[in-house]
């Protein structure tokens, strides 16, 4: 089995695990998570309209 399998196969099983025994936890783990890349993509676009408005004037 190639290596990259066994690791997805292993983060499945990770992943099942965590959410049986706690289903809270992992919510909120993946609740900050999709809220921080929401933060980081806010801020990454603000600075592309930013510089695009500050070169147009």
């Known amino acids: 089995m190639d290596k990259k399998k066994i690791?997805?196969?292993i983060g499945a099983l990770f992943v099942g695990f965590w959410l049986f025994t706690d289903?809270?936890?992992l919510t909120s783990t993946i609740s900050a998570i999709a809220?921080?890349?929401w933060g980081v993509t806010?801020?990454?676009f603000g600075g592309v309209i930013?510089?695009?408005?500050g070169?147009?004037?």
């Open 7 to 9: 690791f997805i196969v």
């Open 23 to 25: 289903p809270q936890g």
């Open 35 to 37: 809220g921080g890349i």
């Open 42 to 44: 806010t801020d990454v």
């Open 50 to 53: 930013g510089t695009i408005e």
């Open 55 to 57: 070169s147009t004037n």
